[in-house]
């Protein structure tokens, strides 16, 4: 318990320091890149059959806090997990269709979107990563937001 308070105050103390000194461009791209996450689920729902302008609506739905922290947590998640960023958005695409939002700080959350993606079940090392993203996760939401 004790090392996971350690383990939760060095991260939070690195990513504090790392947004300091993250370039302005980088920033840029990461907005860009954040920002492609809804057109490309908004694309996905277009595509199967929903209005655009009802599948913009929905993509913004499923997240849960501003969209550059959204899209740090799904790169963590994505790189991670070696999970394919398609897959992702499809499954967001999905989400979206539930009217539920995606929480990438839950680990509960991860672990049902890694099962649905990688349709088999998760062994105890996969289980250990995402437990680590969820507390990654966490710790960029909370030092961003």
Same mark, same amino acid.
């Given at each position: ?89 499809? !499954? =967001?695409? &999905? $989400? ?11 680990? #509960? %959350? ?15 090392? !996969? =289980?250990? &990563? $995402? ?11 909370? #030092? %961003?937001?």
């Amino acid at each position: 318990m004790i090392t996971r308070k350690i383990l939760t105050l060095t991260l939070l103390t690195v990513t504090l320091t790392l947004n300091a000194s993250i370039p302005r461009d980088l920033r840029n791209t990461t907005r860009q890149q954040s920002n492609s996450i809804t057109n490309r689920v908004a694309t996905i729902l277009f595509n199967r059959g929903i209005e655009e302008h009802k599948a913009h609506e929905l993509s913004q739905a499923i997240i849960n806090t501003n969209e550059e922290v959204f899209s740090m947590m799904l790169e963590n998640f994505a790189d991670t997990c070696a999970i394919d960023k398609e897959s992702i958005y499809q !499954e =967001l695409s &999905k $989400i979206a269709l539930s009217k539920k939002s995606a929480d990438f700080t839950s680990y #509960a %959350f991860l672990v049902k979107l890694s099962r649905l993606i990688k349709s088999t079940y998760l062994e105890a090392s !996969e =289980l250990k &990563k $995402i437990e680590a993203v969820a507390m990654k996760n966490q710790i960029v939401y909370k #030092a %961003f937001v």
